[in-house]
DNA sequence: TTTCATACTTGTAACGATTACAAAATTGTA
DNA sequence: TACAATTTTGTAATCGTTACAAGTATGAAA
């Protein structure tokens, strides 16, 4: 059991409610949810929760490190509470975004052609197996 | 010279004077712009061009092959005339958007953990070079 | 415990990129 | 030339996100 309220204090965030229970989905479900994924979900417990304090939060929280923004197609941010560097997959059809466990050379921290990298992301976009097999 | 006439007949597009003159942009300047970005250059030349059909024109050429669609980072789609697969480093500082040519593996019209990719991207993000050198 | 400044949350309005849609213009073909 | 099909245009609508101002909670100092 993590103590969520602590691992926001450490990273420098006043553990609000809101802020915990934005982490605790994030950390629950391990996905890759939009800010508005996480809006809906959590309507139930916290009927007055505003939209924005989820899309303040997720930033924040983006910044201090403590999760990871993605970017990935579609024009919508998504986040998620893996922040180990991984392969992102997703799928055209049933629109799943999948975590690939095969390790890749990452090149962040490092210098490439001069330039200083801070992050890296790789993107891949398919059919997936579940697709793939519900297809014949 | 390249005779984008043909080149949109070969990809089984009709070939309009809006759709050249889009897809000139792209190649004569080779960089990563948004479709406001090519309205706004374009509209000298053709004071009537419509930003609605610079979307689609960019649409359907990402979709028949003809360019590539990239959605890297900050919510704003780019497309580039370069459809070989490469890198693309973003700068924090001045947001230009480099390629890389270092080459990779890549899993295009691979199988990975039973999914089948048809694209790969590969987005950095960090300080680039010039931003590093004037920092000093 | 009260006071007070600060930080946080909320709700609404505004924004910006993109899309939907219908009318006007253009095109290719008979 | 006639005409159907396609393309372009301009405007309105949509959707994710952000700005902003007012309300609420928090926590330290008195
Ligand atoms: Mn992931
Ligand atoms: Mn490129
Ligand atoms: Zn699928
Ligand atoms: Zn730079």
Do not use: W
């Amino acid at each position: 059991m993590i103590d969520f309220k602590e691992l926001l204090k450490e990273h420098g965030i006043p553990p609000s409610l809101q802020r915990i229970k934005i982490l605790e989905y994030l950390h629950d479900f391990n996905t890759h949810p939009t800010a508005d994924v996480i809006y809906q979900a959590l309507m139930n417990e916290m009927p007055t929760l505003s939209k924005t304090t989820v899309y303040n939060t997720l930033k924040a929280f983006a910044e201090k490190g403590v999760i990871v923004e993605l970017s990935l197609f579609e024009n919508e941010v998504r986040y998620e509470y893996n922040t180990t560097p991984h392969i992102h997959f997703k799928c055209i059809k049933c629109n799943i975004i999948y975590d690939i466990s095969e390790s890749f050379e990452c090149l962040k921290n490092k210098e490439i052609e001069g330039h200083k990298v801070l992050e890296h992301h790789i993107y891949l976009k398919g059919i997936c197996k579940n697709c793939r097999d519900s297809e014949e």
